[in-house]
């Protein structure tokens, strides 16, 4: 019987097709719809893509191999120093990969159960801790390193390795957490459901059903936090003391000007980083967990609830004392010392600093963002949709590049492409952090829209289609809205990364100081009241923006 | 030997309801079918029998022996998941000898066990296949493997929508599977089975369970839910049907109680409605018929009741020409449109009352005679046996818009 | 009759994966003269393929797709004016009730009277006028569909294009949402395509229907022919349910008659052999539907009916077990050599067979289906 009242209802307006003109808006998405300029617009993506990310890295390589004379005879043949040079960098990397590797250790043993009591349980406060644990990414780690500093100076703990180690743990403990997170929420329960009723204990559950299918998020994580702790300079300037990492050695190198040197070990920190990410990518599918053999016994009696319960509440004491509090312990420093003699009223005007360096990093934060949105977009969409088999995977296997190597190289390799050493477009200040804060943050804008895309329905875009809308039209009324959020996260995720990055900085900054910049000037200078202050400035800022993210998040359910 | 007792058992989330006070009782040995529509709280009353969901409150026991507090694991069963759940990355027999190894039972007896499994669902050669290589019929197989081999001694199977993945003509053949393997010598079953598919469950059930909003409605053996639905959602949830409005009249017949009709309870019904209360039951007037229903259909209805009748389009009849002696069980109108659907043919029957259009469904097994001569526009005669005509306490427009709705 | 559009594919094929996967093998149709045409198969047959290329959303590898005498191989999807209604609804849930409606009107720049008299017509015919300004969200999927038709509708397009549009609903619902929806595009004379896998849906409500299976077309015609005339194995199996017995060709009568053998010792019946299709001791397969094998108690007397038997070929079996379902009884047969069969009649069929009992079985002549026995009966049996 539906119909009947549209039949009845007679049509007064006649339509005739040749009178329509469609709205100016409509008009130019057509016209602009055509495929030779969604073409153009792939071209331009991509250049930008090779010269920024691509580019200096194959320089660098070109670089050292050109300057093969200059190096052997910089870095093992001084004429003062003999190979000392090279005794340096082979200890620094000694150092950096033991202190990334223990960090990592001591990250997984704790995430595994944290993450499944962030996802798999219920209980009150539970959102607040979510909060609590994701922090820390977003603050710069030279605030993080100048907190733990505090924190552990308590107890005694002076700079030097073992600070380190405990520091690392601090920052790259979120970016492991997180990524078992999201594989966890996207494991269906299911599969465990079946396993309980087949009459598993719990711990077999968990590692003959629950690790297989986050494997990949646990080997991801696992290498994202061990590159991010091998390449972290600001911190570990802080918490260093004597000790030498590689990504200090390469500031040090860059200060003194020793760029062979400094191009040497930035190659081998970039070449040990892209093995780790290749075989990373390589080989997650083919590593296997032990599922086949049962130890029904043992489990069982390892499952019953009150371990359970004594895993969990350990693991939260552990959480607590180990990450949470030394976090955010810098917060309860603030009232400590003089803060305003040194800050505002000292000689040497700190307060003007710290408010020309806030402006600095917001300006180069929001700078980052526009120009990884307006290059992002597209480039997440020559992921998601084109069909070009190979060559997309290889795009999106270069697009994990800035993540993986160590910042302080990466903004070395930059200063060498594009600097005075080469081609001479910038020199070192401003549009060359600037620069380097694009490169680095590139994929943490192109990460997300990815994944909203690949969520995203392509049904309604059809839908579209089918309705009469051209290509442009679908995505400005269909698909930027819903992908709306992924944008909005890319957007904040890179405004923090770069509010946060240190050694890169460093590398490239010429008189500018960011604020983690200056937070480790200050601290270098003992000036703490001063470096607490910021510290805690810069904690709160990244706080309200982390807020900002999950509420819109949260809004997308 | 397991007979599973729910005893008032609710849950909820958060607001939404999903169990209210179930109380059911699964015999031994029988095939159980929870039937309703989506959102009924099916998938949540099966969890708890399970001891996947924990309920809020109320009791279950297996053998008269509460359960309430012991794991999934501690009531050994058999549990088949809507989408199978198959676990992705182990292979089929490493799927099917799971519940073998966690339990460290004897692995030579469970390898001889899979093999015959293997062999019984057609799948020997396949051991080494991943899930994902698999058709939808075969998962499903070892879906229901992997869940028989768990049994020990109870023997309980629980199904969750075991069919819906499939394909509409491999889901008709595998219903009469099921319900062999539940009932065979060797296995003798207890079988708990939810679906939202009123053929699938007339098909195998022993006896039915019908819910909604998480509330039983009716539970019955297939016949009884059928013929003698307890509301008008269980009518209208086993088959199509047509509804009236009216007023029951005795009659001064022995035996019988009269049933005065007027108008499918659209919105015009309130008119209509008025019109036919003083109109005598030997009516020559168009349009209105006289129900008659024998006096073990009707209940509790009393003379001048409000009531509601239901006949389904199934049990109605056709005739060509309205040449009716007496305007009993039977009703006029015009074939509105006819549609050739295999086994039956449909027809809708346009009635012509006061203006207002009310359609009638018939449908009736389709005859090459059927196919010649019952041709649209053409004057017919619909009517239906008496004892097929159920009748209802009228429920109120609401719950009538409610039940029919399509939601 | 007003005139109904054309669509034609003239040997159109389709592969996925640079080839290796070929979805749609040189098909040719042509759909003119029926209203609701069903593209009717297995899962993976490649209908929702062709219903794609007809849309436009797939490009053909080969082949041609026209629509109204025209080639459309350079036209986008965007202007084909053609309505789509998908499976999972794919509503815009970010824009209102009332905007997913108005979209396709604005995308052609129709003037503002005549899109909120279109809009609020589709809504109304659809009932869901009171919701206009509320979020898609509220409706559960039966809403949805109905919101994907009145978007669907609203724009005028004479051709409605939908991919399997009742399969995310409830069986109850679908089931009465299916007869709307024939009654619907009746109404309003459009050309419908309507894929589906769900041969008793296709059967409920197409005027025609088109059976795919592996890429290429087996058969089509209106549901009529198809049921009683069925030309394969697969078609007679696919629509209906259908039994199947093995036999022999025992003995050509004439012309038009033969006597076959039910194999391993079954009955002997009379078949049709017109044309003379088969010769002496070829293996064949019969098949008859459930709804025609008649079923007569042991001590039926058939001289005393008057109806002609002359046709009808009767033979012994046992009923197994019978199942009430509603609106059929099922009865299930086995004959003295082991082969199982059913027989269907309506619920209401009064005839109260015991479990066990020795029946007589009638089949009519012209029930009886007759196939050569293929290389792969099984794979021919598969629904898939």
Known sequence: MIGETLKRKNLNVEIKWEEIQLPLSLKIEKFFSKPIYRKSLDSITIVFFVLVIIGPIINIFSTIFLNIPSISEDVFNDDLIGNLQWLNILNSLGVSFSIAAIAVAVDLVIAFPISIILTRYNFRGKKILDALVDLPMAVPTSALGFSVLLYWGIFGVEPGYTLIILGHIVFTFPYIVRNMKIVLEKADVLYEDAARTLGAPGITIFRTITLPMMKEGVIAGAILAFTRSLGETGATIIMAGLVETAPILIVGFRRQLELPSASFLAGILISISLILLFSMKFFTRKVGFPVKRVWPNIERFFSHKYFRYFRDALMMIILISIFLIPSFFILSQIFEGDLIGELFLGQDYKWVYLYASFLSSIEIGALAVAINLIFGLPFAFIITKRKWGKVITFLDTMLDIPIAIPSAALGFAIFLFWGPAGLGLFQPGFFMILFVHVSFSFPYMVRPIIGVLESANIGVEEAARTLGASNLTVFRKITLPNIKQGIITGSIMVFTRSLGETGATIVVMGSIRTIPVLIVDWVEANAFPSAIFASTLVILFSAILIFALRTVRKRKR | MVKINLDNVSKSYKKFNALDHISLEIKDKEYFIILGPTGAGKTTLLKIIAGLIKPDSGKVLFDSKDVTNNTSGERNLGFMFENYALFPHMNIVENISYSGRVHARDTRNTKTLVDQVLMMTLLTGRDDAMPEELSGGMRQRVALCRALLNLEQTKLLILDEPLKALDAGLRMSLRRELLLMAKSKELELTVVHVTNEQEEAMMVADRIAIINQGKVIQVGTPNEVYYHPKNLFVANFMSEINYFDGICKKEEIPTWDILKESKRGDKFYAEIHKVSIPIPVDIGMENLFAAYIPKDRIGEIQNGDKVLLVIRSNHMKIRLGNRVQQKRNAILGKIHRRKFMGVFYRFEVKLNVKNQEKIIIVTIPATSEIHHTFLENLEVTVYFPKELGILFKHPGENVIKEVLKLE | ?384
Not at chain 3, 175 to 183: G, I, Q
Request: net charge negative; proline share 4%.
């Open chain 3, 1 to 384: 009759m007003r005139n109904l559009p054309t669509i034609e594919l003239i040997n159109v094929t389709k592969t996925f994966n640079e080839g290796r996967v070929l979805a749609v093998d040189n098909i040719s149709l042509k759909i003119e003269d029926s209203n609701y045409v069903f593209l009717l198969g297995p899962t993976g047959c490649g209908k929702t393929t062709t219903l794609r290329m007809i849309a436009g959303l797939e490009k053909p590898t080969k082949g041609t797709v026209v629509i109204d005498g025209k080639d459309v191989e350079e036209i986008p999807t965007e202007d084909r004016d053609m309505g789509f209604i998908f499976q999972h609804f794919e509503i815009f849930d970010h824009l209102t009730v009332w905007e997913n409606v108005t979209f396709g009107l604005e995308m052609r720049g129709y003037e503002e009277n005549y899109i909120i008299e279109k809009a609020e017509n589709a809504l109304r015919t659809v009932e869901l006028l009171d919701y206009a300004d509320e979020f898609p969200s509220i409706f559960g999927n039966p809403g949805m569909q109905k919101l994907g038709i009145a978007r669907a509708i609203a724009t005028g397009a004479k051709i409605l294009i939908m991919d399997e549009p009742l399969g995310s609903l409830d069986p109850k619902v679908s089931k009465v949402f299916r007869h709307e929806l024939r009654n619907l595009i009746k109404d309003l004379g459009l050309t419908a395509i309507h894929v589906t896998h769900n041969q008793e849906e296709a059967m409920a409500i197409a005027d025609k229907i088109i059976i795919m299976r592996a890429g290429r077309i087996l058969q089509m015609g209106t549901p009529y022919e198809l049921y009683e005339n069925p030309n394969s194995i697969f078609v007679a199996n696919f629509l209906g349910e259908t039994n199947f017995l093995q036999g022999f060709v025992l003995k050509i009568l004439d012309n038009e008659e033969m006597s076959i053998w039910i194999r391993l010792g079954g009955p002997k019946l009379n078949c049709n052999n017109f044309g003379n299709k088969f010769n002496l001791d070829d293996h064949i397969v019969i098949s008859f539907r459930f709804e025609d094998v008649y079923l007569f108690p042991k001590d039926y007397e058939f001289e005393s009916s008057p109806y002609d038997w002359s046709k009808i070929q009767l033979f012994n079996a046992k009923l197994e077990t019978s199942r009430f379902i509603g609106a059929t009884k099922r009865f299930y047969l086995t004959l003295d050599n082991g082969d199982k069969f059913l027989s269907i009649k309506p619920g209401t069929f009064e005839e109260s067979f015991t479990a066990g009992e020795e029946l007589i079985i009638g089949i009519h002549q012209d029930d009886i289906h007759v196939f050569k026995a293929p290389k792969n009966l099984i794979y021919e049996l598969s629904l898939s």
